[in-house]
């Protein structure tokens, strides 16, 4: 029988690594432009990023010319998990948002979990808006005192 071919591991950039290979000038400036575009509010409110938005909703903070080999896209809210944990993200894992605000940079409102994790946070979240109208409540007994 033939050997199975051995699956080679994709290679995959780790593009919040900057943070910790940058030299402290150049890392510095890319962090003051990462902060400059993130609207910072009290510790439980969710910190909205207003920079490049991809299209899956996700903040993205560009770093050198596009189509370069060098070319870095860091996603805004993993390298707020970065910066606050001051560690790369463990291989395997995503940073999840609780508030479930894609452009949510609050360190405080962010887990580590698998794919898999995410996937059935992000399920049960639905499923415990469906069972809990009280948000429908709130939004008809304020349309009934505007009237
Ligand atoms: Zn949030």
Known sequence: ???PLEKKPKETKVHEAFIFTYQPAEKQKHLDRYWSRIDKRGP???WEFYGCILSNGY???PIGKS???QRLEPRA???AWVIKYNMLIPKGLCVCHRCDNKICCNPSHLF???IKTNLVDMHMKKKLNRLNPKKHTEK???EEKSI
Do not use: A, I, W
């Open 59 to 61: 903040g993205l903070l």
């Open 67 to 69: 189509g370069r080999p």
């Open 1 to 3: 029988m033939p050997e």
């Open 140 to 142: 008809k007994q304020k």
């Open 77 to 79: 809210h993993r390298l």
């Open 112 to 114: 580590l979990g698998t």
């Open 44 to 46: 439980d409110d969710c």
